[in-house]
């Protein structure tokens, strides 16, 4: 059973990891005390679809902030009122990832750090010119708070849709999509995924 750890405390010395970043992955909870006490240089901030609100969550209202809003699921689902992620979506992470200077810290979240924030922090490496070859090593990489909150930590499971996306736009071939189901065991596969 895994135990809560409720005391983070984190502070960020810049540590590149690959492709000239520094990524840390987390929820949005923690996400506002990274911002207050270490003011990463750049934030990718995903809300589930309605739930952000500018007045409310002053701590993402800053520069170089890419702002996005999409629910953690595979498909559209009117009747429940969810959004899965498109690829104009996936887009903006990339497009937003390419235009960091290297040397910077950047902070990726979502509801719960886990699906995602995970996606997107793999498409900003890729989109720095991560290959195939170097996603295993940086889904390791990649510094998560649950390392810091669960002490059976860390934990990432990238949200499927995106992952699918992102094989797409990147021209993988299925590759990064299958090694993806190979390493993270999900219940899903290409025939999944309306694109």
Same mark, same amino acid.
């Given at each position: 059973m895994e135990e809560f750890v409720d005391d983070i405390?984190? /502070? *960020?010395?810049? +540590? /590149? %990891?690959?492709? !000239? =970043?520094?990524?840390?992955?987390?929820?949005?909870?923690?996400a506002e005390e990274i911002c207050n006490q270490s003011n990463p240089d750049y934030v990718i901030s995903i809300w589930d679809k309605g739930t952000y609100a500018k007045e409310k969550y002053a701590w993402v209202n800053?520069?170089?902030?890419?702002?996005? /809003?999409?629910?953690? @699921? +595979? +498909?559209d &689902?009117?009747?429940?009122?969810?959004?899965?992620?498109?690829?104009?979506? @996936?887009?903006? %992470?990339?497009?937003?990832? +390419? &235009? %960091?200077?290297? !040397? $910077?810290? =950047?902070?990726?979240?979502c509801g719960y750090g886990i699906s995602r924030s995970s996606a997107a922090a793999m498409f900003a490496f890729v989109a720095? !010119?991560?290959? =195939?070859? &170097?996603?295993?090593? =940086? *889904?390791?990489?990649?510094? $998560?708070?649950w390392k810091k909150r669960w002490r059976d930590g860390p934990y990432m499971r990238p949200n499927a849709k995106m992952v699918h996306l992102g094989d797409k736009l990147f021209g993988f071939d299925g590759e990064l999509f299958d090694e993806y189901v190979e390493k993270f065991k999900p219940n899903v596969d290409h025939n999944d995924f309306d694109v």
């Open positions: 405390y984190f /502070e *960020w010395e810049y +540590k /590149e %990891i690959a492709f !000239g =970043l520094d990524v840390v992955v987390t929820d949005c909870i923690i800053r520069e170089n902030c890419l702002v996005m /809003e999409f629910d953690d @699921v +595979k +498909k &689902s009117p009747t429940h009122g969810y959004v899965a992620p498109t690829m104009d979506d @996936v887009v903006q %992470i990339v497009e937003f990832a +390419k &235009s %960091i200077p290297d !040397g $910077s810290r =950047l902070l990726v979240h720095r !010119g991560a290959g =195939l070859d &170097s996603i295993d090593h =940086l *889904w390791t990489a990649i510094r $998560s708070t």
